[in-house]
T-cell receptor, first 113, second 112 residues
Framework: GAVVSQHPSRVICKSGTSVKIECRSLDFQATTMFWYRQFPKQSLMLMATSNEGSKATYEQGVEKDKFLINHASLTLSTLTVTSAHPEDSSFYIC?????????FGEGSWLTVV | GESVGLHLPTLSVQEGDNSIINCAYSNSASDYFIWYKQESGKGPQFIIDIRSNMDKRQGQRVTVLLNKTVKHLSLQIAATQPGDSAVYFCAENYSGNTPLVFGKGTRLSVIA
């Protein structure tokens, strides 16, 4: 079955630095990847939809200049949190549709200190 | 916008009892529903799904019921076990390749 590999699983960074999170589709071509964020004790909220070869579509309230999404190939979508702040500390997870099934990456725990 | 919500934020059940977790959705166009389990520190784990042309689907110890008339979804867990303790999310989707919309989540605590 389709597998989405997400890396890193955990990262700690200093405030003001940038962090890149990668999602790779291992055995299928992902034209679309969805990026979610989950704060502690809250639900998963859609941040943006990543489209291969075109600009990502961001949800209302998500800063596109802060959360840079790149989907340059059919097997890789990346989310870069720029100038990270402690309030960006969260669980970030990607997801992809393949057929009629949705596949999630393993998720990335970001802690900004 | 339309959203998926839950009636109960927390649920405590005795080990061996049956659990029922409820979810209300508001988008009448949604045609695909999924229940996820999320354990602490992990990503969501698929439990069971149901499409809008069905009103009931059974898995191993779990049953999902869909009532389109009142836009209600429920997850029933039979003979609840300590390993079932987690946060459960319902999610809805429509029109195929569109993002899932998640409900707020219910924390299930199993009392041994």
């Amino acid at each position: 079955g389709a597998v989405v590999s997400q890396h890193p699983s955990r990262v700690i960074c200093k405030s003001g630095t940038s962090v890149k999170i990668e999602c790779r589709s291992l055995d299928f071509q992902a034209t679309t990847m969805f990026w979610y964020r989950q704060f502690p004790k809250q639900s998963l909220m859609l941040m943006a939809t990543s489209n291969e070869g075109s600009k990502a579509t961001y949800e209302q309230g998500v800063e596109k200049d802060k959360f840079l999404i790149n989907h340059a190939s059919l097997t890789l979508s990346t989310l870069t949190v720029t100038s990270a702040h402690p309030e960006d500390s969260s669980f970030y997870i990607c997801a992809h549709f393949s057929g009629n099934t949705i596949y999630f990456g393993e998720g990335s725990w970001l802690t900004v200190v | 916008g339309e959203s998926v919500g839950l009636h109960l934020p927390t649920l405590s059940v005795q080990e061996g009892d049956n659990s029922i977790i409820n979810c209300a959705y508001s988008n009448s166009a949604s045609d695909y529903f999924i229940w996820y389990k999320q354990e602490s520190g992990k990503g969501p784990q698929f439990i069971i799904d149901i499409r809008s042309n069905m009103d009931k689907r059974q898995g191993q110890r779990v049953t999902v019921l869909l009532n389109k008339t009142v836009k209600h979804l429920s997850l029933q867990i039979a003979a609840t076990q300590p390993g079932d303790s987690a946060v459960y999310f319902c999610a809805e989707n429509y029109s195929g390749n569109t993002p899932l919309v998640f409900g707020k989540g219910t924390r299930l605590s199993v009392i041994a």
